[in-house]
């Protein structure tokens, strides 16, 4: 059997690296193009048909649900179209599935499980008879709850905090502790570093910097205007970043009025 034509999708530089070179370990495929927005990922489908799309919802130009659009629109649709999202909601991975996606994953995914639905669903060399996703499996209360850590994970996304930083884990369990005990927030260096630490076997300064850098990349993202949004007024500016501390509080805060 030939190899499978895959061509990613995905905005988030590290992430798509990360993807392609694991994939490249599997002999059965072939990653073509590498994609940093929908309609970069709508031209290389247009010049080369791929076996196997992994599209990310959330980019720049053109997002996910546009490409699905538009690909059902020119008749264009690869066999295999698998999204790989951050996004827990329900609505959003119905929409995905509707607008064409075969399956949907979770990120951060695990790129053997992530190999064995690829090789799973193309190693026929036909499209799956229906669509899949990550929550088919759970019960209906379950799937309409979103729990905590699904609110913190969407405000991340906004915000452009990535999953696969060391920060993206220390900095949601940061502000579940500040929900659950808003008064470590007065205890960051003495209590709340260190407890996270000792939970994740690391140092604190270690999760200071990493909780440090993950609030960064927000900032170099450019995405100020959806982090004055979730808050509701405009406190920040490019130049103008939250300490830890800061952020770690306005989150917990608008989730404890929320009703976390």
Not at 71 to 90: M, Y
Not at 165 to 188: C, D, H, V
């Amino acid at each position: 059997m030939s190899k499978l034509k895959i061509t990613i999708a995905e905005d988030n530089g590290e992430f798509s690296d990360l993807l392609k070179s694991n994939l490249e370990k599997e002999s059965m495929f072939d990653v073509r193009y590498v994609c940093e927005n929908g309609l970069e990922a709508i031209a290389a489908i247009e010049t080369e048909m791929p076996d196997v799309l992994l599209l990310d919802l959330i980019m720049p130009e053109a997002d996910g649900y546009f490409v699905l659009n538009h690909l059902n629109a020119k008749r264009l649709k690869p066999a295999l179209i698998i999204v790989l999202s951050q996004i827990k909601s329900e609505s959003f991975i119905e929409k995905a599935l509707q607008s064409g996606a075969n399956y949907y994953m979770h990120k951060p995914v695990s790129f053997e499980v992530l190999r064995d639905r690829i090789l799973e669903f193309s190693g026929a060399g036909q499209p799956p008879k229906k669509a899949f996703a990550v929550e088919e499996k759970a019960a209906p209360r379950e799937r309409r709850c979103a729990s905590l850590d699904e609110k913190i994970a969407n405000i991340f996304i906004s915000v452009g905090i990535p999953a696969h930083i060391k920060g993206y884990q220390f900095l949601r369990e940061a502000i579940k502790m500040a929900i659950n005990s808003p008064e470590i927030i007065n205890n960051i260096t003495k209590k709340l570093y260190p407890n996270i630490a000792e939970k994740y076997d690391t140092s604190s300064s270690k999760v200071e910097r990493a909780i440090r850098h993950a609030i960064e990349v927000a900032w170099s993202r450019g995405k100020i205007e959806n982090i004055n949004n979730i808050f509701g007024i405009k406190i920040y500016t490019a130049n103008d970043k939250p300490t830890n501390g800061e952020f770690i509080a306005l989150v917990a805060d608008k989730m404890l009025l929320e009703g976390a």
